[in-house]
């Protein structure tokens, strides 16, 4: 008998089977599959573009705040050896990175030092200015923005009700300006993400459908022969994941690329602000996720076109 | 090995395509199913398959009550079977053994079985020094040698050939059926789908005849019921109305 030279010993077991008539069928219509790639990788970039620099953007918030002290104005019967006490405590409490004190006469002499006003204090007599406590607050840089400007918050409030303070001061309105334009830009991203992503699951799912009007005479032919339903079905879904894992992968390349052009004016930007706010390069953990996230579309397009309940010809057996 | 028990198979229109069929055919015989175009022979074929299920009565294959089968078990069913078909349905993006060798991927043999049964189906049927040709090569005959290869490779016990030498002249249909016998003679049960005269006439085998999706009898049977007389030692068929 003759020893047939055929195909490896994995593309005739089931899964082997299915996989390899589904590379083939993507090899044969080379053309129609890199139009339909480019076509899912170019759609999903560019969510893939703003989840990357929602990252740095969520830290700029941060960062903003971390700029920001809270001053904490001291009652005058405060006296310095307790001012200074008082600063001491807080230095180790949870939410605070470090504390300045400033006594009554430090705070005099920086007002004369700024102002001109010296007359007008002499004629006071007494020296009019409270000791102040200077808190940085402590930012941790994986909270979101928000929750950071919430627990600032909590710290002033916890110092406006101590009994030895007069006054606490902190301007985190400009802060809460930024953190509702970035939540607007957030929001307005997010939509055209989702939109997005249905474009791609809507690609894959008519690239699957046609897929399996290609292999209807097979898939037929394979049901007189004794085909199971997922025999007959294997080889779409991973039609539907290839189409997924090679449109991720273009997908988190082109995001990339792009990424690195908006980098350079975005840093020059910041770096007129005199900001210390740059944009991160995506991580190699975004870069997979991305890959991962479009495979799964890819997936559940084949499984929603596959198991669809036109599709009798699947379905009914 | 085949019992049709009353069997009706209905269009949505009301029409019969069967109606009221009743037959048993024993294991290892050789049969012919004759009729004119549209007596119901394919349709017979199809629910033998379970690619359709009756309107009403019951039908058995070995130990397989179709009535009791459960839809996970009718693929099970069916590669228990092989199908010869008029067009040969075979598939023209691949190989002739990769044609051949579907039904052994489908039911999960070895990699070194399927070398083994796909090459000794190729070499019954002639053709195994055709193995890495693409069918669509080959003349309508070969083809539908590819087709019974095809049809036989995981040994089924029961082949349904449905018109086999429909689209094939004199000559090639005389291989295609000897090929046919030759199965037979190693134990499988073969219903033969056909209306040419010439090897109805030219083989003295049982017939099942239809007429309209009823079962009717030919000249073998007689008038006395369906009982028909043992051609050979393998096909003893037994007709009732």
């Known amino acids: 008998m003759i020893e047939p030279d055929v195909g490896s010993r994995w593309s005739y077991t089931k899964r082997g089977y299915a996989l390899t008539q589904s590379v083939r069928q993507l090899r044969e219509r080379s053309v129609a599959t890199f139009i339909t790639l480019f076509v899912l990788g170019t759609t999903l970039a560019l969510p893939a573009v703003f989840w990357f620099g929602s990252a740095s953007l969520s830290n700029l918030v941060n960062r903003s705040v971390g700029e920001e002290s809270i001053t904490v104005y001291l009652s005058l019967d405060v006296s310095e050896l307790d001012g200074a006490a008082f600063a001491k405590d807080w230095q180790n409490q949870t939410g605070v990175k470090r504390t300045t004190y400033i006594s009554r006469a430090e705070a005099l002499a920086l007002f004369q030092e700024q102002t001109d006003l010296n007359d007008a204090l002499a004629a006071l007599g007494s020296n009019p200015l409270p000791g102040a406590v200077v808190v940085y607050p402590n930012i941790d840089p994986a909270v979101p923005g928000d929750v950071t400007v919430e627990r600032v918050e909590a710290l002033a409030a916890r110092f406006k009700a101590m009994n030895a303070v007069e006054r606490v001061q902190i301007d985190l309105d400009w802060v809460r300006r930024l953190q509702s334009a970035l939540t607007l830009f957030r929001v307005i991203v997010s939509l055209l993400a989702v939109f997005l992503t249905l474009t791609g699951l809507l690609v894959i799912g008519n690239t699957v459908r046609l897929e399996l009007l290609r292999r209807q005479r097979e898939m037929e032919v394979s049901t007189l022969l004794g085909a199971s339903r997922s025999f007959l079905t294997r080889p779409i879904l991973y039609t539907g994941t290839l189409y997924g894992l090679l449109g991720g992968s273009i997908a988190a390349v082109i995001a990339t690329i792009a990424y690195s052009f908006i980098k350079t004016p975005a840093d020059q930007l910041a770096a007129q602000y005199a900001s210390p706010f740059r944009l991160a390069l995506p991580t190699a953990g975004q870069f997979l996720t991305i890959i991962a996230v479009v495979t799964a579309l890819g997936l559940i397009g084949a499984v929603m076109t596959v198991f669809r309940p036109s599709s009798t010809h699947i379905t009914n057996r | ?241």
């Open chain 2, 1 to 241: 090995m085949i019992a049709f028990d009353r069997v009706s198979l209905a269009y949505r229109t009301g029409q019969f395509a069967l109606e009221e069929v009743s037959f048993t055919l024993k294991p290892g015989s050789f049969t012919f199913l004759t009729g004119h175009s549209g007596a119901g022979k394919s349709s017979l074929l199809r629910l033998i398959a379970r690619l359709e299920k009756p309107t009403s009565g019951d039908i058995q294959v070995g130990n397989e009550q179709y009535s009791r089968l459960k839809p996970r078990h009718e693929p099970r069913l069916r590669r228990s079977m092989g199908i010869v078909f008029q067009d040969n349905q075979l598939l023209y993006d691949r190989s002739v053994f990769d044609n051949v060798a579907l039904p052994l991927i489908i039911g999960g043999y070895r990699f070194k079985d399927v070398k083994t049964r796909v090459m000794a189906a190729l070499e019954r049927v002639g053709l195994s020094d055709r193995y890495a040709d693409n069918p669509i090569v080959l003349s309508g005959g070969e083809q539908q040698r590819i087709g019974i290869a095809r049809a036989v490779v995981a040994r089924p016990k029961l082949l349904l050939a449905d018109e086999p030498t429909g689209n094939l002249d004199a000559g090639i249909s005389e291989e295609i059926m000897k090929l046919l016998l030759q199965f037979n003679a190693s134990g499988v049960s073969v219903l033969f789908a056909t209306h040419d005269t010439d090897l109805l006439n030219g083989y003295r085998f049982p017939q099942l005849v239809l007429d309209g999706g009823r079962l009717t009898a030919d000249q073998t049977v007689g008038g006395a019921g369906f009982s028909y007389q043992p051609q050979s030692p393998n096909s003893e068929p037994e007709v009732t109305s």
